[in-house]
């Protein structure tokens, strides 16, 4: 990706062609040993960090003007610091193995047209101090970075590190998430889960993508598209794989004979009926020490309007006690608000919602301080409460 990134924009093929030593590593524009003079008079090296604007694989007009520093603060030739430039100093942390220790701020008239103008701006103001002490200090190396390993993304994921969380998102990178269930809920699960990291994501789903689900599930299916009756997983896969490389469609319904395709699993989503092969799932899952949350939604026609519960319930290798009291496996019933199989787009999305934000909050994402196993959304007073606190 990096490599055909620069091949295809002007402005950063013209940085590599005169010799800078830049990269794209996650979101960010990276150059590299870019000479500049500390307080000490000595001339020293840094690393000079930009977010990425893109269109697909085209680049925009940078959106900020600032820049991230790795180095101490440069200085003139004399060991004065360079004015008029200071922005923020700290020890940032920007993912993608960058830290950062400044960022600075040096806007001309108009702003930067493009990236081959905001990088050698700032090296141009680092570097000649450096020229002056030592000759030939130049911040084209014409050295090319070796090629980094190819992104589970079809394009760069530049969301997460223009707003400086791409460290909290690392923190999914070594997921194998499964999906089981992807009718309604799941495929909203889906949706999100593939705008992350994650190594891989497995589907599970063995029936058919019928009109009725056009209306429950994330998208916007053609007539042309329902008239093929494909499987969902096959169909959500062609969807979401435009994204996330790493989607494996399992069109089975996992029962004793095929449960090893769990195995590797990390994390699962269940968004399935009750039954007994939800019983053999949550056992395997237990079996390899994964996590996983389980999601039920319950609405009745009552008096002309629809009410219910969403449930989501959390099992981590730290506490499973609670699961199997809370997770319905067997369906039916006249107290089993669960088995009731009405489902609105909205309320799917919603349980989606609580259950990746769930997932999120166990691998550390997300602050928590309750660390809720368990939580039910109440459609009649808009109530949402904790319980199975670990």
């Given amino acids: 990706m990096s490599r055909a990134?620069?091949?295809?924009?002007?402005?950063?093929?013209?940085?590599?062609?005169?010799?800078?030593?830049?990269?794209?590593?996650?979101?960010?524009?990276?150059?590299?040993?870019?000479?500049?003079?500390?307080?000490?008079r000595e001339v020293r090296i840094g690393t000079l960090i930009s977010s990425l604007t893109l269109a697909g694989d085209q680049t925009r007009p940078p959106d900020t003007h600032v820049i991230?520093?790795?180095?101490?603060?440069?200085?003139?030739?004399?060991?004065?610091?360079?004015?008029?430039?200071s922005h923020a100093a700290g020890a940032f942390d920007l993912g993608h193995g960058l830290k950062a220790t400044h960022s600075f701020s040096s806007k001309p008239d108009g702003g930067y047209s493009d990236y081959h103008h905001k990088m050698t701006?700032?090296?141009?103001?680092?570097?000649?101090?450096?020229?002056?002490?030592?000759?030939?200090?130049?911040?084209?190396?014409?050295?090319?970075?070796?090629?980094?390993?190819?992104?589970?993304?079809?394009?760069?994921?530049?969301?997460?590190?223009?707003?400086?969380?791409?460290?909290?998102?690392?923190?999914?990178?070594?997921?194998?998430?499964?999906?089981?269930?992807?009718?309604?809920?799941?495929?909203?699960?889906?949706?999100f889960v593939a705008k992350t990291p994650v190594r891989e994501i497995r589907l599970f789903d063995s029936d058919e993508f019928l009109t009725h689900n056009a209306f429950r599930a994330p998208g916007a299916p053609s007539l042309e598209e329902l008239r093929e009756?494909?499987?969902?997983?096959?169909?959500?896969?062609?969807?979401?794989?435009?994204?996330?490389?790493?989607?494996?469609?399992?069109?089975?319904?996992?029962?004793?004979?095929?449960?090893?395709?769990?195995?590797?699993?990390?994390?699962?989503?269940?968004?399935?009926?009750?039954?007994?092969?939800?019983r053999l799932i949550v056992e395997k899952l237990e079996a390899i020490g994964a996590a996983f949350v389980d999601v039920g939604m319950g609405l009745e026609l009552d008096e002309g309007s629809l009410g219910g519960i969403l449930r989501v319930t959390a099992s981590t290798p730290e506490k499973r006690d609670h699961a199997r009291q809370r997770i319905s496996f067997v369906g039916g019933g006249a107290k089993d608000i669960y088995a009731s199989n009405i489902q609105v787009a909205d309320l799917n999305a919603l349980n989606a919602v609580l259950a990746v934000v769930k997932w999120k909050k166990i691998r550390g994402f997300y602050r928590d301080l309750e660390r809720e196993h368990h939580c039910t959304y109440t459609t009649d007073g808009n109530m949402l409460i904790n319980g199975d606190l670990a």
């Fill in 229 to 278: 009756a494909p499987k969902k997983v096959e169909y959500l896969k062609r969807i979401y794989s435009r994204m996330h490389r790493n989607i494996v469609a399992h069109d089975v319904a996992l029962g004793v004979d095929n449960i090893h395709l769990l195995d590797g699993v990390t994390f699962a989503f269940l968004s399935l009926d009750a039954g007994d092969a939800k």
């Fill in 121 to 191: 701006s700032y090296a141009n103001i680092l570097a000649g101090p450096a020229a002056v002490l030592k000759s030939g200090a130049t911040p084209r190396t014409f050295r090319e970075p070796e090629e980094e390993e190819d992104s589970v993304f079809n394009y760069v994921e530049t969301a997460s590190d223009r707003v400086g969380i791409g460290v909290l998102t690392e923190r999914l990178v070594n997921e194998r998430v499964a999906i089981i269930g992807v009718g309604g809920a799941g495929g909203y699960i889906l949706d």
């Fill in 5 to 40: 990134l620069f091949s295809r924009n002007p402005d950063l093929k013209r940085l590599r062609d005169e010799g800078y030593f830049v990269q794209q590593q996650g979101g960010y524009l990276v150059m590299r040993e870019v000479p500049y003079v500390d307080a000490r």
């Fill in 68 to 85: 991230h520093w790795d180095g101490d603060f440069p200085c003139h030739a004399d060991g004065r610091p360079i004015q008029g430039i």
